[in-house]
């Protein structure tokens, strides 16, 4: 090289690329045109109507409630007598009973015996 | 741009046909450029694990990111641009962790097949291309891939033209002086 641009510029030009490294484009493919889809959350058109039309009485009901101080306080007091009967001890005694019933029930082997198929018939 | 058989098949049509969902176009924009990454890495990060790692990261980033690619603009372009960045942040990265100034870290003793093509011309010339500063040695890199179109250098640099012609002026000037002493 005689130091003269114009052999400067001609010898970059001609300057071979570098050679990869031996599977450097297969480890790329695998990675882009190869690699398995993402996880996505795919939802039916019913799901996404069903979840809006969720939050959107869900909204309704929420401004409802904010602009109408008697529905709130009747609401409210709805669910404090639900509350109070859940807790109340008669309620627990009712919830022990029918669970004491359902163990019991369980404890008996109520699947029907398998009758044993006859080769012939009489 | 390539033929296939007598179609031209465009990179942009590449891109195009990978978003209408036919990702194995995108590999044959791999196979296109996969060589030119890899070359602009290695001449970036002077390291072929970090320059292979740089390359795969530049596709991975360009293939999950073809939706941003802009209509018009060239393919090449871009790639290199993702790709130069991808190296940027890998050497600030490895000069965070690294008490050595980074463009120093390469291993420069030459061994005896570097000392056998020491003759060789093109093999000084990548020798004294590594030997520059980083932003000269990146613009030199594009000048030569980008085959001397200054706006696309400038583009996949992000630098205004006349810093990019001022650069390459002065690589060419420190290359010419390498090469002839």
Avoid at chain 2, 104 to 130: C, F, M, N, V
Avoid at chain 2, 165 to 174: D, G, I, P, S, V
Wanted: proline residues 5%.
């Amino acid at each position: 090289m005689n130091g003269d641009y114009d052999d400067l510029d001609r010898a970059l030009m001609a300057l071979p690329l570098e050679e990869p490294p031996a599977g450097l484009r297969d480890s790329i493919l695998a990675a882009t045109v190869y690699a398995p889809p993402l996880e996505s959350i795919v939802l039916r058109t019913w799901e996404i109507v069903l979840i809006g039309t969720l939050l959107a009485v869900g909204s309704w009901l929420a401004i409802v409630l904010a602009q109408n101080e008697a529905l709130t306080s009747q609401l409210i007091g709805g669910l404090q007598a639900v509350v109070a009967a859940l807790a109340a001890p008669t309620t627990f005694l009712w919830l022990a009973c029918g669970a004491t019933v359902a163990l019991g029930a369980s404890l008996y082997n109520v699947v029907p015996r398998r009758v044993p198929v006859r080769s012939g018939h009489s | 741009m390539s033929t296939l058989g007598t179609i031209e098949v465009t990179d942009a049509d590449l891109v195009a046909q990978t978003l209408a969902g036919r990702p194995e176009a995108f590999g044959t924009l791999v196979e296109r450029y996969d060589r030119a990454v890899f070359h602009l890495c290695l001449r970036t990060m002077r390291d072929r694990e970090e320059a292979r790692d740089a390359t795969q990261e530049a596709f991975f980033k360009a293939f999950r990111g073809l939706g941003t690619f802009k209509a018009g603009a060239k393919f090449s372009t871009w790639i290199f641009s993702i790709a130069y960045h991808a190296c940027c942040d890998r050497l600030a990265k490895l000069k965070r962790f690294s008490d050595s100034e980074l463009p120093d870290r390469a291993d420069q003793t030459p061994g005896p097949a570097d000392l056998a093509e020491r003759s060789d011309e093109a093999k000084a010339l990548r020798q004294a291309i590594d030997e520059l500063p980083e932003k000269y040695r990146a613009v030199i890199t594009l000048y030569h891939l980008q085959q001397r179109q200054y706006e696309e250098i400038a583009s996949v640099l992000n630098l205004p033209l006349g810093t990019v012609k001022t650069h390459l002026f002065r690589a060419k000037e420190l290359l010419r002086k390498k090469l002839s002493t």
